[in-house]
């Protein structure tokens, strides 16, 4: 299998989910090898895609460097890994990467009209050495070397609309496009006030997230199971930042970015991706202390929120 980037250059615009700042987003091709690497607009950082640049996780991925940060990163991660589009250079004009939709699907296509390159160089699969476990009794992730890649992913929720949901997909990129990427993140509308107060969904609204009410969501499913279709997009997103895919299985039980977080940090120190991670990232004193000061910051969660 070889790498691949997209043919050309294309733009997309709007409202940022939790920062409700408008920013527009120029991808364009990168050479074999690099990855997907943002750049901030306004002060030109390259802010590579690898867990190192993770500054906060939670209810969104966020990455940082030397104090510049781009919010929710998530779901344009995995409309690039879903389409196995390697290479890119992602361009944000803003704090943000726009809610679109809430799901990946406005990504998928546009994507899809860039165009794709088949690049000279191989993909490199990373192979898992053993299994790994995180989190603890009700919230835990699993991963298992596997031939092929596979998600399995059980979401239980105690709201009506949700329940349990389990579902287990090895990804193609047909079933990605029709059963995954369009999959929404969603929220509860009890938690909305809170969430506002700590900085967060303030450009979330019925356009881009299911909101659900007391009895049910307050607007239409896109799939029966759509709640754990959107979590295992995020997880496909999160596990991105490996940079590499990888051949393994994963089984998570209600997870969110936080977990996926340490699940990839895990997974890369098994695979001794540490050492060329920190060689290929100068700045890793500087991300360091642009984390603390995310800590500080807060983005405190509030018991029994649900992640998004
Ligand atoms: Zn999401």
């Avoid at 303030?202 to 007391?214: K, T």
Wanted: charged content about 20%; glycine content about 10%; aromatic content about 4%.
């Amino acid at each position: 299998m070889r790498q691949n980037t997209i043919r050309k250059s294309v733009s997309i615009e709007g409202v940022g989910l939790h920062s409700g700042k408008v920013a527009r987003v120029t991808i364009s091709p990168a050479p074999a090898d690099a990855g997907v690497v943002f750049k901030a607009h306004a002060t030109g950082e390259r802010i590579p895609a690898r867990a190192e640049s993770v500054v906060n996780s939670h209810y969104a991925t966020t990455l940082g460097v030397n104090g510049t940060r781009i919010q929710t990163v998530e779901h344009v991660m995995a409309a690039a890994a879903g389409l196995g589009i390697d290479n890119i250079e992602i361009d944000v004009d803003g704090p943000e990467i726009p809610a679109l939709d809430g799901s990946a699907k406005p990504f998928v296509a546009l994507l899809a009209a860039a165009g794709r390159v088949q690049q000279s160089a191989r993909r490199r699969l990373l192979s898992l050495p053993c299994p790994i476990r995180v989190g603890g009794a009700g919230r835990w992730m699993q991963i298992v070397p596997s031939d092929t890649f596979r998600i399995s992913y059980t979401l239980d929720n105690d709201h009506p609309a949700i329940g349990t949901q389990v579902l287990s997909w090895s990804p193609s990129e047909r079933s990605f496009v029709e059963e995954f990427a369009p999959a929404r993140t969603y929220g509860f509308l009890r938690d909305l006030g809170l969430m506002r107060k700590n900085g967060l969904a303030r450009g979330g609204s019925l356009d881009n997230a299911i909101v659900l009410g007391n009895r049910g969501a307050l607007n239409g499913l896109r799939y029966d199971d759509e709640f754990v279709r959107h979590k295992i997009l995020d997880l496909l997103g999160d596990l991105a930042l490996l940079g590499r895919p990888i051949g393994a299985h994963v089984i998570a039980r209600n997870g969110g970015h936080a977990l996926n977080l340490e699940l990839v940090l895990a997974v890369q120190r098994a695979v001794g991706l540490e050492r060329r991670a920190a060689a290929t990232v100068p700045a890793a004193a500087a991300d360091e202390a642009s984390r603390d000061a995310a800590r500080r910051e807060g983005f405190v969660p509030a018991p029994g929120l649900a992640a998004i």
